[in-house]
């Protein structure tokens, strides 16, 4: 008796368990709908707050002046320097609206300490010369813009949760170094032109010793030099593609009022100017319901480029080439004769860059 109530048992238990998990799986579409609900929702909100970006002032507290802040800084790798030093601080990306939506703003902090705002890589670092920028712009709270307060009211914390999971991702990553990120609290958003005049101080982190070096006014000349006298706009090893360009944001929704001028002087050293008039193309002409479903295409190809699924160009190339063609039925661009533009500029890059190494260290 005491076996088969035992086997009975069991095989309730089994049921049990069965009929838990099939439950369970019965309810997943259910999850799925009110969680794709929410998600709607929360990017609904974010649309309106775009809408009304700006009107709702800064709380005193939160404030740079507010705070008794006296000093501010830019962080940037050398390749930006010389374009940084004619045209001021003209770039940063800022999340705000939908998903992919976002603003261009020149990003700032009141961090003096190395870390890393724009996640910068370590084998990017351990190439290139890391900068730190002092800057002196108008700090009134309509133009100088706490990072955690704007991400709290404007993004519903988009960008605090974006670096959390960055950030947790990275845990324990040797390729990480410094502070991932920085402190949000700690940045703030320039809604406006940093003019080369508003820079006052320029270091580079030495490597050796840990420390910030000053450079000085002869030593920024001879590094800007040398770079104007370079054939592409970045003299730094590999490319990279700007998703923001490609998406938009440094076009559409440019605080500055800079960036079309820098590109209109530029372009012509752009290592990817045939792909970017295509791209350019749809930002300033799509509707937003095509813009929308633009970004997350080219989204999704860009992720499966940076996770190494596809290290390919040629698929990127082949989406913007087929969303042009739709249409321009009568001006049809050819993907192949693209790429072998792209490519022969790329053969051009790699020999004018392998010169450029052979340069002697400035002093």
């Not at 840990?210 to 970045?234: G, L």
């Not at 100017?273 to 350019?280: H, P, V």
Request: overall charge positive; some cysteine; aromatic content about 12%.
């Amino acid at each position: 008796m005491s076996n088969l109530m035992s086997n009975l048992n069991c095989k309730s238990v089994r049921s049990i368990k069965k009929l838990g998990n099939s439950r369970f799986k019965d309810l997943r579409p259910i999850f799925n709908y009110f969680g794709n609900i929410e998600i709607q929702r929360i990017e609904k909100l974010r649309k309106l707050r775009k809408k009304h970006l700006w009107e709702i002032p800064q709380p005193e507290e939160v404030t740079f002046n507010g705070r008794g802040e006296k000093k501010i800084f830019h962080y940037t790798m050398d390749y930006n320097l010389n374009a940084i030093m004619k045209y001021g601080i003209i770039f940063g990306d800022v999340t705000v609206g939908e998903s992919l939506d976002g603003i261009n703003a020149p990003n700032l902090t009141t961090e003096s300490k190395f870390h890393l705002p724009a996640n910068t890589q370590k084998q990017i670092l351990e190439k290139n010369d890391y900068y730190r920028l002092s800057i002196k712009c108008p700090t009134d709270a309509d133009k100088l813009f706490n990072m955690e307060w704007f991400d709290q009211v404007y993004c519903l914390n988009q960008t605090r949760n974006m670096n959390r999971d960055l950030n947790k991702n990275r845990k324990g990553d040797k390729d990480v170094q410094g502070n991932v990120n920085g402190d949000l609290d700690k940045q703030y958003i320039y809604r406006g032109h940093i003019t080369p005049k508003m820079i006052k101080e320029v270091c580079r982190w030495n490597k050796e010793t840990q420390y910030w070096d000053r450079v000085n006014k002869k030593q920024i000349s001879e590094i800007c030099s040398r770079m104007e006298d370079f054939p592409f706009n970045t003299p730094t090893e590999g490319f990279s593609l700007s998703i923001t360009r490609m998406m938009g944001s440094k076009l559409l929704d440019d605080t500055t009022g800079m960036v079309k001028k820098y590109f209109k002087e530029t372009d012509h050293k752009e290592w990817f100017i045939d792909f970017y008039r295509l791209t350019d193309w749809f930002v300033l002409n799509l509707n937003q319901r095509l813009l929308k479903e633009w970004r997350h295409k080219v989204w999704e190809v860009h992720q499966n480029m940076k996770s190494g699924k596809d290290n390919s160009i040629e698929n990127l190339v082949a989406l913007a080439v087929d969303w042009y063609n739709r249409f321009h039925k009568n001006n049809e661009v050819d993907v192949r004769l693209l790429m072998n533009k792209i490519q022969r500029r790329q053969n051009d890059f790699i020999t004018a860059f392998e010169e450029y190494k052979k340069l002697p260290a400035i002093a």
